[in-house]
């Protein structure tokens, strides 16, 4: 069964902090709050957002404006936005929460680094959902730590009775989380001990090692897009899984700013 996909309507808000949590040493969760926030709409796992983030020194980022046709590009010589693509990690109502990986350089990782409550950031998105069919019978659902807040919302959203096997590729031992779930899952946490992020066959090693339960199921995986172009042959070409049960997304990629993972794979 494939999946089914729900738009909505783009809405540029403005937010504001409301809580910073460490949750490990690499990963600082930020929670959101603000009268903007009203008619959010993210149900599924995978549901992103483009968080905007102020330039130095100032208090408010620049927001993209909206026209008839989407995203109008700011005139040349002006400022532009800087953002960069988030998942949803929970949405309550008046509360958005978003996990960020604390890595040292770039917009998104030094405002983490630093966030406290009552600053402002914008949020635009999600443009729309992807919604999987949680009556399978198993889920092969992986990723490296940019994709653990949609592992966790999988794991919560898989109903009981269901056959999960879920990998999650972090650098120590230290950068696991307690994750919650009521199906049967299976969660194997894998560690890079060393070795840069974006350069291992780690989630590779471990799908293509495991033994698929029988029946309909259905694979999400995310990560490093280099790193997941073998795991989508794997999936495709050895375990025969038709397209409506697969779906690799290319997070990032080492030694690409703000990869648009909506571009064509050429693989």
């Given at each position: 069964m494939p999946a089914t996909i729900v738009q909505y309507d783009l809405k540029p808000r403005l937010l504001q902090v409301r809580n910073v949590q460490r949750i490990t040493p690499r990963m600082v969760r930020v929670t959101l709050g603000g009268d903007d926030l009203d008619g959010f709409q993210g149900p599924a796992p995978a549901d992103h957002v483009k968080v905007f983030f102020p330039a130095d020194g100032a208090d408010l980022p620049i927001m993209p404006t909206l026209g008839p046709n989407g995203l109008i590009p700011p005139p040349p010589g002006t400022p532009r936005p800087v953002f960069r693509d988030y998942t949803v990690r929970a949405h309550r109502p008046g509360e958005l929460e978003l996990d960020f990986v604390i890595h040292g350089e770039g917009p998104a990782s030094t405002w983490a680094a630093q966030a406290s409550?009552?600053?402002?950031?914008?949020?635009?998105?999600?443009?729309?959902?992807?919604?999987?069919?949680?009556?399978?019978?198993?889920?092969?659902?992986?990723?490296?730590?940019?994709?653990?807040?949609?592992?966790?919302?999988?794991?919560?959203?898989?109903?009981?009775?269901?056959?999960?096997?879920?990998?999650?590729?972090?650098?120590?031992?230290?950068?696991?989380?307690?994750?919650?779930?009521?199906?049967?899952?299976?969660?194997?946490?894998?560690?890079?001990?060393?070795?840069?992020?974006?350069?291992?066959?780690?989630?590779?090693?471990?799908?293509?090692?495991?033994?698929?339960?029988?029946?309909?199921?259905?694979?999400?995986?995310?990560?490093?897009?280099?790193?997941?172009?073998?795991?989508?042959?794997?999936?495709?070409?050895?375990?025969?899984?038709?397209?409506?049960?697969?779906?690799?997304?290319?997070?990032?990629?080492?030694?690409?700013q703000n990869l648009d993972h909506h571009a064509p794979d050429e693989d």
């Open positions: 409550e009552g600053q402002t950031v914008g949020v635009l998105g999600p443009r729309g959902s992807v919604l999987i069919p949680m009556d399978l019978d198993w889920y092969l659902i992986a990723g490296d730590e940019t994709a653990l807040p949609a592992v966790a919302r999988f794991l919560e959203q898989i109903p009981a009775g269901r056959r999960v096997l879920a990998y999650v590729e972090v650098a120590a031992a230290l950068e696991e989380q307690k994750l919650t779930w009521n199906a049967d899952v299976t969660l194997t946490w894998l560690h890079r001990n060393g070795a840069e992020p974006g350069t291992t066959t780690l989630l590779l090693d471990a799908i293509t090692a495991t033994e698929l339960p029988p029946g309909d199921g259905f694979a999400w995986i995310a990560g490093e897009a280099t790193t997941l172009k073998p795991i989508r042959r794997h999936l495709r070409d050895d375990r025969a899984l038709s397209s409506n049960a697969i779906d690799v997304d290319g997070y990032w990629k080492r030694g690409i």
